[in-house]
């Protein structure tokens, strides 16, 4: 995928139909409405060629002959057609906007829910404010393509070709002098174009960085205002700003040239026809009112193509943003479900790791050939130095990524083989990173399963210990968190995660440091609500504190992406290996701090 302002891939007419039809099919649900406006067109059209025809009646019939009523009933046309005109086309931009809005939606819809099957790697490598540019801004522009440019263009064209014929039917020289001066516009806008195709790209990209610097400051707010980054976070955002800028000065430069000359030229054409056809006059072969009726319509010429040049510009823009979207609808996630993927039946939760490989850079693997195997209703602790590979390997469960090399199995089934939908509704996390959207507690809780009733929400947060607090606030269950749950603290979003991945009721639940924000009097509470849950189920635990080490089936040693231990505490301990080392250095003053006990799934004594 191209970045940072690379020029776009040069179309030739070929592509070019191609983009077009592409986007035509955006406007396909509508076919109906977009019927409705070009037959306004097509009227609006008939009704404006008769104009100069009312003028040229009026100086060679009507005056002439003295004839008051006919001079009466054609000024009533004069004043009735722009009328008419103005009516169809208030019902032409009336439904083209309605079109229009439709059309924009759709396209930020489609490419909303396409971005959300994208992995985990691709948001890895991807700047947030990139994604939202291209969903809020360029899918918005697609419509224009149509009912801001070709729609429009559809009515120059049929005005170009109305004024054409009429004009040859009445002097076929002055229609070939007027013609001459045709292909120089055309030529204009087809150099510009290419050019501010390219700017437009780029400004958009400009955009795109734009929008992730402010995005970036503003997720990062806390710390901008407590390490008193303010100033610089603000240069930066003026900086790229600038930036976008420079290259909308750049588009306007060209665009001014381009305007210059065709302005010209559009003044360039009523003058010879004019010349010529004042001469003509003199000389007895026209008529005054020929010559203005021809006048106004090779005015009335060169209004389209003038207006098609500008248009072309809009062109280029709605082209680019097009582009810019395309790369993103184009782009195939790798994690997908194969052609005749199986649903995954009730899971009983063994997992098997064959040989896994991985690396989010080929020249810097995650994990080196990891093999191991959970059985059902095991709590497993992965344990190992910052960097070691744990993250990966939950990450891997609920498919997230997929190995590559080796396979992950669940009850036998290899995960590439199954649907998503089916494996991950019987897994839930709990993350180390509460994330909570700004909306009540209630509906945070019940995002795990929409369909909950208030009482099984309760009963979540009951068993996650967080139900008499929610009842301490004011609007008890229908309090608002704020943005990633700033209302709350900590341990509190924690528990509320943990009541969300009770009511998930999963048969597989991964634990990634889920304990860790919480003081000891909290973590306790947890512990203890956990315990029923996590009974006859998987449970992978990425973890820190001694409780969860202790009551581990199983620890899961990893060093450098390699899994160099595995065992029980006390196995691993007797063993004098890196278990053993982290034992003594990270966890032997909590383990005095937090005593010993026994059992399954409860603290053991070391």
Known sequence: MRRGGLDP???GLRESLIRLRTILGYFAPYTDRMALVVGAMLLSTFLGLLQPQLMRLVLDVALPQRDLRLLSLLVLGTLALPLAQGGIGFVQGYISTWVSQQVSFDARDRLYRHVQTFSLRFFAGTKTGDILSRINRDAGQISQAISGTLLPLVSQVLTLSGILVAVMLMNWRLGLLALSLLPPFFFSARYFGGIMRRLYRQHGEAWSELTAVLQQGLAGIRLVQALQREEEEAKRYAAQGRETIRLAMRIQAYAGRQSLINAFLSALGPALVLWYGGAQVINGSLTI?????????????????SAFAHMNVELQQALAAFDRVQEYLELQTEIRDRPGAIELPPLRGRIEFQDVSFAYNPERPILKHISFTIEPGQLVALVGPTGAGKSTIVNLIPRFYDPDEGCVRIDGYDLRDVTLSSLRRQIATVDQETFLFNTTILENIRYARPEATFDEV???AKAAYLHDFIMSLPEGYETVVGERGVKLSGGERQRLAIARAILRNPRILILDEATSSLDSIAESYIQRALEPLMRGRTVIAIAHRLSTILSA?????????ELVESGTHRELLARGGLYAQLYRTQFKEELLLAG???????????
């Open 596 to 606: 010993t006990g026994g059992g399954q799934h409860s603290p053991a004594t070391p």
């Open 289 to 305: 009112g020929e010559l203005l009726a021809f006048t106004n319509y090779i005015a009335r010429l060169f209004g389209p193509v």
């Open 9 to 11: 891939p040069q179309h």
């Open 553 to 561: 089936d199983k620890i899961l040693v990893l060093q450098q992406g």
């Open 458 to 460: 309760v009963e979540a």
